[in-house]
Antibody, heavy 127, light 108 residues
Framework: QLQLQESGPGLVKPSETLSLTCAVFGGSFSGNSYNWGWVRQPPGKDLEWIGSIYDTGSTYYNPSLRSRVTMSVDRSKNQFSLILNSVTAADTAVYYC???????????????????WGQGTLVTVSS | EIVMTQSPATLSVSPGKRATLSCRASQSVSSHLAWYQQKPGQAPRLLIYGASTRATGIPARFSGSGSGTDFTLTISSLQSEDFAVYYCHQYHDWPPITFGQGTRLEIK
């Protein structure tokens, strides 16, 4: 059974950098059928996609966060990471890592859904 | 960006009854629509993808329908464990991947 586990500081000061890692256990990390992503959820609010990364290192970011986000992958450790710069209180949220299963590709586009999720980690931005 | 709008925000239904949740996309997403269930303190759980295909292990009482811009999640004969928040998610045109704002299904 595939498992994902987020790790990182639970408290970050305003204007500083949020850094999280997602470790993947019990399944394949590399391959053509999957990519990996981060989704966050402010307390009591909706889900927001942050970005996705393929094991090749190709990345796609939410335009609303693109200027502050960097994602990377470490295939040797079966893990991927998120860096979010210049955080504010609005970045306080539960951060989930998740696997995106590629259902199929057509005309150069691939269609994927989040099928496995980590348990989430609360990151609070406060001084 | 494709905006997903769910209705109602809160739905009150008695156990054993049927619940019908709606999701509308601001433009066509074909059948590239998924539904997730989220319980308090838990991550979302994939229920439906391709608008109508149940994910592995999802009970048959969950069904999805629709295409284009209008979609429905139906839960027949509600069980106690079904009371949760449900999100729709389009994966047709991205970035960005977008979710609806959720429907809270509560016990009547």
């Amino acid at each position: 059974q595939l498992q994902l586990q987020e790790s990182g500081p639970g408290l970050v000061k305003p204007s500083e950098t949020l850094s999280l890692t997602c470790a993947v256990f019990g399944g394949s990390f590399s391959g053509n059928s999957y990519n990996w992503g981060w989704v966050r959820q402010p307390p009591g609010k909706d889900l927001e996609w942050i970005g996705s990364i393929y094991d090749t290192g190709s990345t796609y970011y939410n335009p609303s966060l693109r200027s502050r986000v960097t994602m990377s992958v470490d295939r040797s450790k079966n893990q991927f990471s998120l860096i979010l710069n210049s955080v504010t209180a609005a970045d306080t949220a539960v951060y989930y890592c998740a696997r995106r299963h590629i259902l199929y590709c057509s005309d150069g586009r691939c269609f994927s859904v989040f099928d496995y999720w980590g348990q989430g980690t609360l990151v609070t931005v406060s001084s | 960006e494709i905006v997903m709008t769910q209705s109602p925000a809160t739905l009150s239904v008695s156990p054993g009854k049927r619940a019908t949740l709606s999701c509308r996309a601001s433009q066509s997403v074909s059948s590239h629509l998924a539904w997730y269930q989220q319980k308090p303190g838990q991550a979302p759980r994939l229920l439906i993808y391709g608008a109508s295909t149940r994910a592995t292990g999802i009970p048959a009482r969950f069904s999805g329908s629709g295409s284009g811009t209008d979609f429905t999640l139906t839960i027949s004969s509600l069980q106690s464990e079904d009371f949760a928040v449900y999100y729709c998610h389009q994966y047709h045109d991205w970035p960005p991947i977008t979710f609806g704002q959720g429907t809270r299904l509560e016990i009547k």
